[in-house]
T-cell receptor, first 113, second 110 residues
Framework: DGGITQSPKYLFRKEGQNVTLSCEQNLNHDAMYWYRQDPGQGLRLIYYSQIVNDFQKGDIAEGYSVSREKKESFPLTVTSAQKNPTAFYLC????????????FGSGTRLTVV | DQQVKQNSPSLSVQEGRISILNCDYTNSMFDYFLWYKKYPAEGPTFLISISSIKDKNEDGRFTVFLNKSAKHLSLHIVPSQPGDSAVYFCALGSARQLTFGSGTQLTVLP
């Protein structure tokens, strides 16, 4: 079955530590995205990548970093510079410009303790 | 400046009645329009879409309406069922990307 896998589902991090969220897709999609959802808020774009070895900042990129070394993988690192990292993180992929939009993973809930 | 607005953060509807979710936008460049449904602790899933050349698209209990002159998109669910209780996001596409609204929490009461 084709899809997007995000791991882990729940993640706890101590303040001051970096943490990396995994996102893998086997849909052969060129484009991948990272979103953040906070309670009562919509989806805010962190980073996106339209092709391997290229990525762009979204609306709230500060304190985050990404890499896109393989088509299938788009890991997100939440650095210690991110002031309020506790949130639900969603990864998505798409055929660029696809009429049917994005396919999302099931998300990772990050909690800073 | 928000380009896509869902002004109702929540909506409660009785089972069997119609649910109407609304979405307003400001950018005339959007050329495709989608609705996603999201359950807690899960990723959003695609529900229904409409292209800019149409004003209505129907799929079972779900109908999406597009009024381009008013820059308004709506989703009608009829009859509403308790399993429809979820957060609904409108998503508007242009320049190879989607812009999401803030979501409306729909609660269907049995």
């Amino acid at each position: 079955d084709g899809g997007i896998t995000q791991s882990p589902k729940y993640l706890f991090r101590k303040e001051g530590q970096n943490v990396t969220l995994s996102c893998e897709q086997n849909l052969n999609h060129d484009a991948m995205y990272w979103y953040r959802q906070d309670p009562g808020q919509g989806l805010r774009l962190i980073y996106y990548s339209q092709i391997v070895n290229d990525f762009q900042k979204g609306d709230i990129a500060e304190g985050y970093s990404v890499s896109r070394e393989k088509k299938e993988s788009f890991p997100l690192t939440v650095t210690s510079a991110q002031k309020n990292p506790t949130a639900f993180y969603l990864c998505a992929s798409s055929i660029p410009g696809s009429y049917y939009g994005y396919t999302f993973g099931s998300g990772t809930r990050l909690t800073v303790v | 400046d928000q380009q896509v607005k869902q002004n109702s953060p929540s909506l409660s509807v009785q089972e069997g009645r119609i649910s109407i979710l609304n979405c307003d936008y400001t950018n005339s460049m959007f050329d495709y329009f989608l609705w996603y449904k999201k359950y807690p602790a899960e990723g959003p899933t695609f529900l229904i879409s409409i292209s800019s050349i149409k004003d209505k698209n129907e799929d079972g209990r779900f109908t999406v309406f597009l009024n381009k002159s008013a820059k308004h998109l709506s989703l009608h669910i009829v009859p509403s069922q308790p399993g429809d209780s979820a957060v609904y996001f409108c998503a508007l596409g242009s320049a190879r990307q989607l812009t999401f609204g803030s979501g409306t929490q729909l609660t269907v009461l049995p």
